[in-house]
Structures are given as structure tokens and as C-alpha cells.
């Protein structure tokens, strides 16, 4: 049985994402001043009391609007409660019960799932305050008086949602997922593909840039296998960061790169790579991530027999670094070749897996070497005594050799090829460490 789900909803800026991170311990959620900053739903792990649960936090409900971003949120907060085991409603003391607070109220009533009623910025301890008296007017039962920026009350709280939690069976273990991290600039289509894969409006799909800000994660499962994906922030030029919120999302795409297993690259097929494209390539290569770069919008290319050869010959030159990355065309919007995706997702995630023995990684090197000389240096000829594997996710091998400075980045870069050639390794980047006799 998946971890019991318990998500933070309520209307717009009375400290859901504070308090979302007070309770996991991390800042995961971006917190500003502003209302409407938080728009996806987000997730994270916590823990209470031994038990393991997922914690969502989600963007303010906006029950009567016609702002399209806060009509999206409003239906990306109903997902959240339609997934959720426990609802946590959040209200603020300093304002008190509001007309919107009583319309959520009758939302997750409706949803006839448990819901716990806390009432945040209630900073100081001792009595509750007379105020936190009115909150029994939405009928939810027993307000829990909160502070979001202190901790007060947040034991209490958790010891509710935990009491309410379903049966869980502790014999199961978890389950070990592919976790793919869809990565590029904005307006890419990250989202579009996520939406595509899961068959759900899962993150907000608009053709504004930079809808999505926080990274969100989805567990998913086919025939292929497990996977979770993170459907990142698009990641824009430091020159257009400039403000907070869009700072804080740059931050979490490059977290979502570190924990995943493969990234997605996407390229939009009508503009070719650009600059920030083979930026943002080069955080998951520098990252040492299994790749697939992903030519998005396919659909919307006027083409002939020869468009594809030619666009990926243009990817090949201007993304040099990553030529063990395979390219796929799609369409996240009619759903091109996105069930080829998963093929390719396993296949290079096993790659960047792969262990070889040191038996076999010399005989390829006394190969390599009969074949091609190593480069001499005013008389002297490196020598290359052996070469090891020392870790995975991607391949790291060591060489050791007479002496590191005769180890020309040419002849290294030989060396990887001939090592490839023999054991693929696709969609993979490889780290080689030089070391000399006595190191």
C-alpha cells in the first residue's frame, strides 16, 4: 500500500507553503507575500511519530474567479483533495472567517474525506485566543490553533492527521522508481508531456512562459515498470530571473536534476537548440545524469524526407558534449511517439547502471592501446597500466598510468570511445579519473 497522502489547502495567502515547510523541515515550497505564488501542487516526504506519509501542498482556491492561473489552481487543489487520505484546511486568525473560507469549507465537506481545521498565526502560547472560537462556524469540528512561522501547535496537528490515516501494511516495502526529472526552458512543453504520460491535467498546461514554478513530482506505473516524474520550473537566463520567486525555481529545477535518475531534455522543434538550451543540457551532463533529449512539438514542423536527419545533425554540432544522449521527435500534444519514451527511459537508465569487470575493462585497454600508441613527450611514452570501475548512475572508471601528464585529454577521450564501442553505455555520460603510479 502507497504512504497515506495528507494535503494543505485553503484560500489564497494564509500560510500554506510556511507551513508546509515548517512541518518537512526544509524550505521545498516557495513562501513570498504574495498570493498565487504557490500554483502546482507539490510534495515531500515527512514523518511523525515512526509513520511516513506524503505532504501536499497546494495553491490557494479561488472558489469564484475568472483569472485563468487562479482558475487552474483552484482545479489542481481539487486533484490534491480528490488524492488525499487527510485534509488539512488552513485559515488565518488575523483575519478571521472570511467568505472564501466558508466556500472551501463546503468543498471538502463535499469530498466526505477527514479533514483536520487548523488556524495558523497563532504566534504566541498559552490560551488560545477568543478569537480562534469563530472558526467553529464552518463546521469542521475543533479549530487547532497553528503558527506556521514558530511550530506552535504542529504535534497536535500531526497526531490528528496521523489518528486519521487508513490502515497501512507495514510488510510492504517501497516501491524502487525510476524518478525522470522533464527538464528545459519555458514553454517547452514539460508540462503538456507530463500531462500526455499520466492521462490527467495533472500540472497546469498554459501557453503562458513560467506557469510552472515549483517542481512536481507524479508516481506513474505501465508496463515498463515504476516511475516518478518532476516536471520542473522552466529554467530562463539569469538575466530574466529577476525576481524571487523565479530565483527559488531555478534552484528547484537544479534540485529536481540532482535527485533524479534520467532527465528529459526538451527542445522545442520551432526553435531549434538555443543558447539557454545547451545550457540547460549541460546541467544535466555536469550532473552526471542518464539523458534523452526529447524534440518537442514535432507536430508543428512542416517537413519532408530529410527534416529529421537535418535537425538531428543541427543537435549533434551544437550539443557536442552529449552525443551518447539518444533524440526522440514528439508530440506531448497528440501524443507523437510518447509511448516510445519509456523504452528508451528504462534502457538508458540501465546503461548508466551497468558494471564491468576489471578483467574485461583491460583486455579492452591492452586492445585500445595495440592499436593505437599512447602519446610520448620529449622521449618519454605514457603507459597506461590498468583501468577499474569504481562506481555507477553514470559509470566512473579509474586509469592509472606512469605519469598524469601524459594522459592527453585526446587519447582519454579515446579510450571512452573504445570502452563505448564495445559496451554501448547510451544515454550515459562517463567520468574518467587519471591517477599516476604512487597517487
Known sequence: MSKPVVAIVGRPNVGKSMFFNKLVGKRLSIVQDTPGVTRDRLYADCEWCGTVFSLVDTGGIEPNTDNEILQFMREQAILAISNADVIVMLCDIKTGVTAEDRDVANMLLRSKKPIVLAVNKVDKVGDPPPELYEFYNLGLGDPMPVSALHG????????????????????EEEDERIKIALIGKPNAGKSSLTNQILGEERVIVSNIPGTTRDAVDSDFENEHGKFTIIDTAGIRRKSKVNDEVERFSVLRANMAIERSDVCL??????????????????????AGKASIIVVNKWDLIEKDDKTMKKMTDKIRADLSYMTYAPILFISAKTGQRVHKLFELICHVYQQSRIRITTGMLNNILADATARTQPPTDRGKRLKVYYITQTGIQPPNFVMFCNDAKLFHFSYQRYLEN??????????????????????
Open 152 to 171: 506552535h501547535g504542529t504535534g497536535d496537528l500531526l497526531d490528528a492527521c496521523v489518528a486519521l490515516f487508513p490502515e497501512i501494511d507495514d510488510s
Open 265 to 286: 531534455i526538451l527542445i522545442d522543434a520551432q526553435e531549434g537548440v538555443t543558447e539557454q538550451d545547451t545550457k540547460i543540457a549541460g546541467l544535466a551532463h555536469e
Open 418 to 439: 573504445q570502452i563505448r564501442a564495445v559496451f554501448g553505455l547510451e544515454g550515459t555520460p562517463i567520468r574518467v579519473v587519471i591517477r599516476q603510479k604512487g597517487d
